[in-house]
């Protein structure tokens, strides 16, 4: 069992900056990437950003590449997302979520297959 706890939520206005913060506790040395995802109401969560946990290796989703950085402390057990030129479309609940298989991690934006989910923070973005 990994266990994830997000936190650095908050409300910013456009073009402003916030870093998220996902701490994981538990099975964290069978952790193999972890991800951010973010849901707006009657939307599918989006993938954000992944990480792999041993190699650091980084991927983006396309609405987000240039503006956010995805990266983790040196124990790996702490994952952030900082976010800059932040926009009204990237108002949403965050999610931090881990994979425990390699192959997983390779379609790391499908949210399915993910079996370890924090429980979120909000994001509010105004114009």
């Given at each position: ?14 073009g402003g900056s916030l870093r998220l913060s996902c701490a994981a506790s538990g099975y964290t040395s069978g952790m193999r990437c972890m991800g951010w ?91």
């Amino acid at each position: 069992q990994v266990q994830l706890v997000e936190s650095g939520g908050g409300s910013v206005q456009a073009g402003g900056s916030l870093r998220l913060s996902c701490a994981a506790s538990g099975y964290t040395s069978g952790m193999r990437c972890m991800g951010w995802f973010r849901q707006t109401a009657g939307k599918e969560r989006e993938g954000v950003a992944t990480i792999y946990v041993p190699g650091g290796a980084t991927y983006y989703g396309d609405s987000v590449k240039g503006r956010f950085t995805i990266s983790r402390d040196n124990a790996g057990n702490t994952v952030y997302l900082q976010m800059n030129s932040l926009k009204p479309e990237d108002t949403a609940m965050y999610y931090c979520a881990v994979h425990t298989e390699w192959q997983l991690c390779v379609n790391w934006e499908n949210e399915k297959r993910y079996k370890y989910w924090g429980q979120g923070t909000q994001v509010t973005v105004s114009s």
